[in-house]
């Protein structure tokens, strides 16, 4: 049966938008006023794909990221500020989306305000693209009339942590793509530069050094077993990323992660100010203390950091300060823990948090910005000892044809 996307009035005068099933523009004009809603306008919704073609739009969709979050945001800010209603203003984004499923879920987003939902419910119906923290934030600024400020704390936010992430990533390029040169020139070494070498050492009868034998034993292997190298390759980053996905492996890995030389350190500081960051949002906007940090516990990316950080939660629930709950954690600093001292004092715990945030961000700018000199040294002799065990291995058995020649 077509479907008709219409705009009508109910008998209050408000607005009303849907998608109905009728036989005709007609009908479904009459669906709407046997409704008790006035139609404005009727027009025919796109067709409905048949399955085959859904399951390929949604294989070749690329899942919304922060960026499209991001921009959802500030285009919810600047419509609410202009008094847009929630309802017209889902649909024109929906309408205006570059990605599908995006564009899927706002209509549904839609869908559910018509039926008499909330905006933080609507939103809560896809907690893969709308976190739990997003949705709270969304929900008491609904409940105090300022929805407007919210959207716009909400895209700071993001957008200060899409920044720090850039940064994270940008600082380690350059040391991911030399380690993959590394391993691909070690993989070509293997299969096809020391096979051509050791068929000329095999004509003559010398005495192959030792560095020399066990490269040749080393490149037999790996030309004899490639396939079975490969597969297994293949099997344990399977089996590595099962293990992550469950919440034993992904705990442990979190764990992990933050004591790894050089870069270790800067992930933990860049995790303790998205917290502060979080945390300060939340407190400004009014959420309680004990849902915040539930909600910042969420937030934070880090299993093992959640954990620390619902510690705080369970100390301010037996009657402990925040300076106390903060203190049990072993997360934070001294200087930041004074810093929360202040806040409590001063009732500026808000401000006092975003100043923490900005601290440690200072600190993860300035260590990424040293990150490659902090990482060069070590990438450097890496290669020189790879260069060197390839030359020791390659060269020596030359030096002797040499001598015997010479003799």
Do not use: C
């Not at 790894?260 to 203390?289: K, N, W």
């Not at 301010?316 to 934070?332: D, N």
């Amino acid at each position: 049966m077509p479907r008709f996307r219409y705009r009508a009035r109910t008998e209050h005068g408000d607005p009303l938008e849907g998608v109905t099933e009728a036989p005709s523009a007609e009908a479904a004009a009459a669906q709407l006023l046997n409704a008790g809603a006035v139609p404005v306008e009727i027009e025919p919704a796109p067709e409905r794909r048949g399955p085959l073609a859904a399951l390929r739009e949604r294989l070749a969709a690329r899942r919304p990221g922060l960026v499209d979050l991001i921009m959802f945001t500030r285009q919810m800010y600047t419509l609410t500020r202009a008094g847009v209603p929630i309802i017209r203003a889902i649909r024109g984004l929906a309408e205006g989306a570059r990605n599908p499923l995006m564009a899927r879920a706002l209509d549904d987003v839609a869908d559910t305000l018509e039926s008499g939902r909330d905006l933080a419910s609507a939103l809560g119906r896809h907690p893969d693209l709308f976190p739990p923290l997003y949705v709270s934030i969304v929900h008491v600024g609904e409940s105090t009339g300022r929805l407007e400020e919210a959207f716009e704390q909400l895209a700071r936010h993001l957008e200060l942590e899409k920044d720090t992430r850039d940064r994270v990533k940008q600082a380690l390029r350059y040391p991911a793509f030399v380690l993959v040169a590394m391993a691909v020139a070690l993989a070509i070494v293997n299969l096809m530069v020391i096979p051509a070498f050791a068929k000329v050492y095999a004509s003559f009868r010398i005495e192959l050094p030792l560095a020399t034998r066990v490269l040749i034993a080393v490149s037999e292997f790996t030309v004899r077993s490639w396939p079975w190298l490969l597969a297994g390759l293949v099997a344990a980053a399977a089996g590595v990323r099962l293990w992550l996905q469950s919440e034993r492996g992904r705990h442990t890995w979190d764990r992990w992660k933050l004591r790894l030389p050089v870069v270790g350190d800067i992930v933990l500081r860049a995790t303790l100010a998205r917290i502060a960051r979080a945390f300060a949002m939340v407190q400004r906007s009014g959420v309680p203390i004990i849902q915040g940090i539930t909600l910042v516990a969420r937030g934070t990316g880090n299993a093992y950091v959640a954990e620390r950080v619902l510690l705080m939660r369970n100390a301010i629930e037996r009657g402990e300060s925040l300076l106390r709950a903060a203190s049990a954690t072993a997360l934070f600093t001294p200087l930041v823990l004074q810093m929360i001292a202040v806040g409590e004092e001063t009732g500026a715990v808000d401000e006092l948090l975003d100043e923490v945030a900005g601290f440690y961000e200072r600190e993860v700018d300035y260590d990424l910005r040293n990150l490659s000199q902090t990482i060069e040294p070590l990438l450097i002799v890496m290669m020189g000892v790879l260069v060197l065990v390839l030359a020791l291995g390659v060269f020596l058995p030359m030096w002797d044809l040499v001598q015997v020649a010479r003799q």
